[in-house]
Structures are given as C-alpha cells and as structure tokens.
C-alpha cells in the first residue's frame, strides 16, 4: 500500500482529533451536569449515570475495536466511529430525559470506543510500514518521534479546554452546546480521514461472542449494582444480587478464556508479576481519581453555589498541573525507584483528595488553586509510573492484550470510581444529619480514604522492579550497593 507523504503526516493530527474530542468530551460534561439536571427535571445527584453509561461503553468495547478493524479496515471502522459519536452528540443535545440522554451516551462510547484505539492504530502501522518498506520516502520533514508528543498534545488540550469551555457554554449558551460542539469537529475530522486514512486490515478469526456476552454483560450487572447502592430504598436490596451476578459472569468468561484458542481478551498476561500488581495498583487507586473530575465541580455547584463557569475555571489548575508533571515525572522516577514513588504518591493523592473537605464557602477560591495544581501534579506522576510498570515487561506477543486490558482498566475505573463516590454520598446524604455541603466533605473523606489504602497495593512491587525501564537506574543502585558494603 501506498500512502503519500501529507497523508503519513496528517495522520497523527487525526489520531491528536480524535483524542482531543475524547477527553473534550469527558470533561467538558461534569461541569454542566447541575444545568442539564436543572433542566430535565432531575437531582444533580442522579446524573452520575451520564458519566457512567459512557465510560463503560467505551471499556466494553475498546477489547473489540482492534479485531473491527483488522476485518473492516482501519478507515470504515474510523469514519463509522466518528459518524457515530457525532450522531450520538446530537442526540444528546436533543435529549428531553435523563433516560433518553443516557441512551445517547451509550451512542457516543460505541462510536468512542473505536475512534482514538483505531486513529491509533492506523498511526502505529502506518509508521511500521514505512520502516519496513524504506522505498516510501514519506517526506524528509517527518520523524516517527513527533507522533507521541502530536497525540498527547490533542488529549492534554482537550482535558485543560474542556471545563473551561464547559462552564462557559452553560453560562452563556445554554448546555445542549457542549455536544452540538462535537459536530463540525467530527464533520471536518471525516471529511479529512477519508482523503488521507489508510485503509489497513489485518488477520482475524472469528469473533468471540461469547467471551463478550460474559464479560460485557458481567460488567454492566456489576456497575449497575455499584450504581443502585445509595438510591432509593426499594432498589437498594437489588444491588448485592447484581454485583454478584456480574461477579459470576466474570468468573464464568475467566474460565471461558482459558479453554478458548482465541478468546477476547487473553489472560494469561496476568501470570508477569508487574503487570499484575500495575493492573490491580489501576483499579483501587483511580477509584479516588476517577472520580475528582465529577465531584469537585459537583460540591462546587450544588454545595457551595458557585456558577458553572467558576467550576470549570477551577478545574483548569488540575489538568496544568498534570501538563506540568509530564516534564519530570521520569525523573522522580529515576530517583526513587517504582516502588517508591507508587506508594508515596499515591498515599498524598490519598491525603489531598481527603483535605477537600475542609472547603467551606468562607474560604476563598484562590486557595483552591494551589491544591488542584498539587493534585494534577501527583496524578499525572502516578498515571505516568502505573502505566509504564504495567506494560514495560510485557513480552512481544502479549503487547496487544495488556495494552487492551490497561485500557479496559482506564476506563472501568473512572466508571466504578463515579458510581461508586456517588452511592457514598447518596448513603451520607440518606442516614446521616448535616447539609448537603457536610456530605460532600463526609464523600471525599471517604474517597480520600480509600485512596490512601490504595498505596498499599504497589508494597507489593519488588524494589528492582522497572529499573530496566529507566537507563542509569540500575546501574547507580548497583553502585550505591558497592559503596555501602565497602564501608
């Protein structure tokens, strides 16, 4: 196949699209859920699933988007992603219930499920093809090294504009903006990929179907029993029965995987000791983590009673810090090791997660900057650490699989992170005494809570472990080690 040079560099300004409009998506949202709740006639504290149906959607499906596009093409699955996130946005801004939004949502993460891992993809391959097939001289201007910074830049954009832009659209034009926005970018974003995007495929079998049914269906059970904790009485005792139905189905897709030759997701990548403790490290911490971009602006609004754009503007400081961070996380990592840095950071993500409750409305905004930028800046060094450790001992042939799996585990995360943070502060709200605000600092003295136990979980990282992902690392602790006994 040949690709012209404006395609291979246009490329991953798609791909940096795509991202943009993900995490533009993810975020922009928290900060108008009190005005679209207002205006559908719902409590602020039942928009969680807003949140919720899209994340999970994505995570159902993310596993899936690599077999589509090795069967359809890279393009077709690209384009019908795309499509689909934009019909979805409309559909949002359509939406006249909380049911039928929901609904759109779930529309939106099938069409974003596929559309950052395919842009990616079709990157990473088009960037293989030309160190393979050296006679494609794709233009001198390119270098295969632009393409990560190109793609984090689309993401980090959109996490810093999205609740800026967020609260601003809701101040002044009304929340159904902040979907219908996602329209002319994903017009422009198909009309571009169709000229330029390759049309890759790849070997496949036949789909899993079944692995999917289990682990789709035991997921979704196992989220909505996260989600009816904290409701209303009489749905409350169906909440165990759900969580163990979905815990069932999980073993039961487990034990499918093992006897299946190609099976969704392989899980035989849990036997590497790192990748083991980086997944489970992923799904206790974010639960604290996942959660922040939906709650702060959520006590911000409903418990403090600042406007929109106030809340998004306060959210800023987080996604810089976390820009901040990206410049010397590696460094901290040389430093102190994996290990080390895992459980220290996590435990004061812990401790400043918990420290939100002493905000009152006499305290002044100002000092909350400070603490998100804190914040973003220790989130971003565990994001940096949990990744690499997670996948950096990865052997070749189980790339793909743990790549999905961290994925998987990204998302599912966030959405078990908002269920569950919401179902807290909807049991505070229901038995204890105090204002909605001493709730709100009751939940994130919880979550903070949580997250602090969360470091525990990286104690069980041997002290060597990723040295050989950091160069000079190894090599000093060995001399360190020599220096120590000769004394």
Known sequence: MRISPGGMAGLPLIAAAAFFMQALDATILNTALPAIAE??????????????????????????????????GTRNVFLFAVALFVLGSLSCALSGSLRMLVLSRVIQGIGGAMMMPVARLAVLQAFLLKLVFTALTLGAGFRGGEIVPVLFTGAAFGTVVGPLLGGALVTYAGWH???????????????????????????HGPFDFTGFAFFGLGLALFSGGLELFGGRAESKGLAPFLLLAGVALLTLYARHARRNQAPLIRLGVFRIHTFRVGIAGNVVSRLGTGCMPYLMPLMLQV?????????????????????????FAVRVLRRFGYRNTLVGVTACIGLMIAQFSLQTPSLPLWMLILPMILLGMAMSTQFTAMNSITLGDLAQEHVSTGNSLLAVTQQLSISFGVASSTAVLRLFNALA??????????????????????????????????????PGRGERRASSGKQRSSR
């Not at 039942?46 to 090795?70: E, K, N, R």
């Not at 002290?463 to 992902?469: F, I, K, S, T």
Request: proline share 6%; no cysteine; hydrophobic share 55%.
């Open 303 to 327: 418990g403090l009673g600042h406007p929109a754009l106030t809340a998004g503007m306060m959210m800023a400081p987080m996604a810089l810090g976390s820009l901040t961070a990206k410049t």
């Open 177 to 203: 903006w902040i979907f219908l926005i996602n329209i002319p970018v994903g017009l422009a974003g198909m009309l571009y990929a169709w000229r330029i995007m390759p049309q890759f495929t790849g070997p």
């Open 39 to 72: 205006s559908l006639g719902e409590s602020p504290l039942a928009m969680q699933m807003t949140v919720v149906g899209y994340t999970l959607t994505v995570a159902l499906l993310i596993p899936a988007s690599g077999w589509f596009a090795d069967r359809f």
């Open 433 to 470: 005494p105090g204002s909605l605000l001493d709730h709100f600092h009751e939940t994130f003295l919880t979550v903070g809570g949580v997250t602090l136990l969360a470091s525990l979980v990286f104690l069980f990282l041997r002290r060597g472990d990723g040295d050989a992902l950091l």
